[in-house]
Each structure stands twice: as structure tokens, then as C-alpha cells.
DNA sequence: GACCAGGCACATC
DNA sequence: GATGTGCATGGT
């Protein structure tokens, strides 16, 4: 896949995830859950200006007033619930210590994450390759659309089919697996709209379908 | 005003 | 197992 190069030739490298500590990854991996990170970034310094960056400080508080911070994040009463899933198994064995749950095999790391309601394989794979720096290959929509317009996919493909593309064509580095996917979300942003032409796309484009990836994959 | 944004769980057939 | 729906703000 010399996708990648075409890539960084055009955005340069990405230097992911925007999020300062491994905690600040984990929410910002849930409050983008099918929202603009942008909104996400207003929530997280609202938490951020109310001193409620700790699991501890986010814990003691209460669901209206969680929700309320968060509510430039779009589905605020889901989002508070899902944040308080998390932090309260992270607190149950590891108090504050994020890194101390992070600390461990992606097998074991993913299925705990993946028991959390509210965290599913995308968000799962993000806290395990930008927070734990782990390997694992990250798929959202515009991978897929990406993909599937270039016709490198097809539509009976789905998430873990993606995933395990990646992961067997790549050598096993976090780094160019954390650099690829921020790459993908790039062209994503810029060129692959959901019903929009891709002008200026930096992929070459083999079979590519502008019509294609109007729908999820599963 | 329509469309889109770095998903996920749950109900129903 | 496949398909449909609720959740919600904010930028373009």
C-alpha cells in the first residue's frame, strides 16, 4: 500500500493523537463517538477550566452537571454515561492510575474495553493504540469510505475484516500504524465526503467510485 | 435548512 | 443475522 506515501507526501507527518495525557485520550475517544472533534475539544476544556481532569474529580461528579460540560459534544447524556462506565472499572482496580490500566497485553486490554458499555471495536482501538501506545490498527467511516471508493474493499467487509487487512499488510510498528490512520482521517476531512466529489484527492484513483461509501459498514 | 461529523446500544422482525 | 432507530451539538 503506497497509499501511505501518497499521504504523508500530501499532509505531512500527523503526530496523533491531539490529547495531552492518556486519560484526555480516553475521553476524547469517546466524546468523538460520530462527532466533530472540534465540538470535542470545547467539552474537553470545559472539563479542563472545572478542574475535573482526574477519574477521581470526574467520578464525584454528578450526572446533570457531567452532562452539561459535555454538552458541546453532541448525545451529552449518553456520552457522561459512557465516561462514567470507563472511569469507574479504571477506578476499581486502579484508582487514578490510567496508565496503570493501560499497562498490560492489547488481547486483554481490548476485551476489557470492549465489556464496557459504550465502547465499542473503534473506540476501543483508539485508547489502545493513541493512550496505551499499543498495536493495533484503528477503522472508523472514512477508512472504509476511503477504501471502499478506491475499491480496495468491498461493501461485504466489515470492521474486523478492515482491521485484519491492515494489520497483516503492515509490519507491526505503532507508530506508522498511529501515523496511518490520523493520514486516512486527514483525507477523509479534506477529500472523501460522503456525497461530495473527491477534488484534490492525494490517492490515486484506482477503481474509484465518488458514489461508494454512502453507507456504514457493520 | 440540509448535510455532516474520527459510534454504539438496543429493539424489532 | 440483518435492519432500523435514538442519541444532539455545532460548523459549512
Request: charged share 25%; glycine share 6%; hydrophobic share 40%.
Amino acid at each position: 500500500m503506497e497509499l501511505y506515501d501518497a499521504m504523508v507526501e500530501r499532509f505531512g507527518h500527523q503526530q496523533w493523537w491531539p490529547g495531552d495525557t492518556p486519560l484526555e485520550v480516553c475521553i476524547g475517544a469517546i466524546l468523538t463517538q460520530n462527532t466533530n472533534w472540534r465540538n470535542v475539544e470545547k467539552a474537553i476544556a470545559n472539563l479542563q477550566a472545572a478542574g475535573l481532569l482526574s477519574i477521581s474529580a470526574l467520578l464525584a461528579t454528578p450526572h446533570e452537571q457531567l452532562a452539561e460540560l459535555i454538552r458541546p459534544a453532541g448525545y451529552f447524556n449518553v456520552k457522561a454515561k459512557r465516561l462514567r462506565n470507563l472511569l469507574t472499572v479504571i477506578h476499581r482496580d486502579y484508582g487514578d492510575d490510567v496508565e496503570g490500566f493501560l499497562n498490560r497485553s492489547v488481547s486483554s486490554l481490548r476485551e476489557e474495553l470492549l465489556g464496557v458499555n459504550g465502547i465499542g471495536r473503534e473506540t476501543a482501538d483508539s485508547i489502545i493504540l493513541y493512550a496505551a501506545h499499543k498495536p493495533t490498527f484503528v477503522v472508523d467511516t472514512y477508512t472504509y469510505r476511503i477504501l471502499l471508493r478506491h475499491g480496495l474493499i468491498h461493501g461485504e467487509d466489515d470492521y474486523d475484516a478492515i482491521k485484519e487487512l491492515f494489520e497483516s499488510s503492515l509490519a507491526e510498528d505503532v507508530e506508522l500504524w498511529n501515523d496511518y490512520h490520523a493520514q486516512l482521517v486527514a483525507v477523509g476531512k479534506n477529500y472523501c465526503k460522503p456525497k461530495a466529489k473527491c477534488d484534490g484527492c492525494p490517492l490515486e484513483p484506482f477503481d474509484h467510485d465518488p458514489l461508494a461509501g454512502t453507507q456504514d459498514y457493520q
